[in-house]
């Protein structure tokens, strides 16, 4: 089994940053990748970018430019730095755990942007 723990959400204002970590734990292989989703009051689930354990990364358009993801494998643990915040942020943020076919969620972490 794996397990997801998000932390780091809170509430920010339009501009501010906040800087999101997810620590897997568990049954944890070498061969993996991690990702951040986000999931806004009665829309679908969004993809906002993931990461290999190479540390190759790809985004989403909506992020590119403003949310950096990143990576300890040491720590098994994912880190989504997230800048120049907006209203439109705001949403509960998931980290996903891929590995040999089968997908792992955290509980997600609540960003709100607002002034």
């Known amino acids: 089994q794996v397990q997801l723990v998000e932390s780091g959400g809170g509430l920010v204002q339009p501009g501010g940053s906040l800087r999101l970590s997810c620590a897997a734990s568990?049954?944890?292989?070498?061969?993996?990748?991690m990702a951040w989703y986000r999931q806004a009051p009665g829309k679908q689930r969004e993809f906002l970018a993931d990461i290999t354990r190479s540390s190759r990364t790809n985004y989403a358009d909506s992020v590119k430019g403003r949310f950096t993801i990143s990576r300890d494998n040491a720590k098994n643990t994912v880190y989504l730095q997230m800048n120049s915040l907006k209203p439109e942020d705001t949403a509960v943020y998931y980290c996903?755990?891929?590995?040999?076919?089968?997908?792992?969620w955290g509980q997600g972490t609540q960003v709100t942007v607002s002034s």
């Open positions: 996903k755990l891929h590995q040999y076919s089968s997908d792992y």
């Open positions: 568990g049954s944890i292989f070498s061969n993996n990748a």
